[in-house]
């Protein structure tokens, strides 16, 4: 992600990242073989199908209905805050198939085809421009041989694929790109015939933000050394996650502290600093703060899963 972002290519995304690693650990031989050639290609792409309404933060308590019949399954229900459903190939999708089991132990994950005409994708528009989506689904058959791993197991895949998605899609490279962008504006700007580098109160925030992008370059590392030992992150990954999207929102507030009523004109505008990257993204790093657990949810997993404290 790093040596892609420094060349401005797209990032792998959730596919590589998150999904494909809980194939390799829960997949079946036959969606293996045709999933992950696909994935490593950048053939696929995929929309994650958890949130639905009543069920965000807390998951498990999700309604989704998946009913069997004969050699397969019959879902109907709804779920909500979908990104990429409007351009995904494949649906990675959690629904109950034992509603009189334990909200935990009733949840399975499915694949299925987004072109499927019993799924209806209906846009939501949020502050950040960030297309996400409320989907329909009426009575989509799905075979047995597209279920991920054991039936009724879901939610342990589920928790597997959220932790590899906090560290894989919330990266490192962005941010430092982010940083050095902001260093560069500073460095190009003056206020009242004075550089703005010359600045002590500005020169003090630039420094510790500096700090601040090494910690989570470090946080990082951390949790990479728990993935590659065959491990799946969940403290590492939860840390992680929480300081480099506050991150995120603190860069981006930072730059429009200093650009003042000039950071708030878009990219339709020939004056906007850097195309309106800057008001972009003080509206879009909101978003990140909610995806793969809330901020919330993260300080619960690191206070019950590291401190050992009561929830």
Not at 46 to 57: D, H, Q, R, V
Not at 88 to 96: E, K, N, P, S
Not at 237 to 254: D, M
Request: glycine share 8%.
């Amino acid at each position: 992600n790093e040596e892609l972002c420094r060349v401005g290519a797209p990032s792998p995304g959730k596919s590589v990242g998150s999904i494909g690693q809980t194939i390799i650990h829960h997949g079946s031989k036959k969606i293996k073989d045709e999933f992950l050639p696909k994935i490593l290609a950048g053939e696929i792409d995929f929309a994650l199908g958890y949130s639905e309404p009543g069920a965000g933060s807390d998951l498990a308590s999700l309604k989704l209905k998946a009913e069997k019949k004969n050699d397969g399954w019959l879902i109907n229900g709804q779920k909500i805050w979908t990104s990429s459903a409007h351009v995904a190939d494949w649906y990675w999708l959690a629904a109950r198939t034992d509603p009189d089991a334990p909200k935990h132990q009733g949840i399975s994950v499915f694949l299925v085809k987004m072109d499927d005409p019993g799924i209806e994708v209906h846009p939501i528009e949020t502050v950040g421009e960030h297309a996400t989506n409320s989907v329909f689904l009426t009575d989509v058959y799905v075979s047995d041989e597209y279920i991920v791993g054991e039936v009724n197991k879901g939610w342990i895949y589920i928790c597997e694929a959220l932790n590899y998605e906090r560290f894989t899609f919330y990266t490192i490279a962005p941010l430092e790109q982010k940083f050095k962008e902001l260093v560069d504006l500073i460095n190009s700007l003056s206020r009242d015939g004075i550089p703005l580098n010359k600045i002590p109160e500005i020169r003090k925030k630039i420094i510790y933000l500096s700090i601040d992008v090494e910690k989570a370059k470090v946080l990082q590392r951390k949790v990479l050394s728990v993935a590659i030992q065959d491990q799946v992150p969940q403290t590492e990954a939860a840390i992680f996650k929480l300081f480099s999207t506050k991150l995120h929102q603190r860069l981006a507030n930072v730059a429009m502290d200093i650009l003042g009523r000039e950071g708030l004109f878009t990219k339709e505008y020939d004056k906007s600093h850097a195309n309106g990257k800057w008001e972009w993204s003080y509206r879009s790093t909101l978003v990140d703060t909610i995806g793969a657990g809330t901020t919330e949810i993260q300080k619960n997993t690191i206070a019950k899963k590291s401190l050992k404290l009561p929830l």
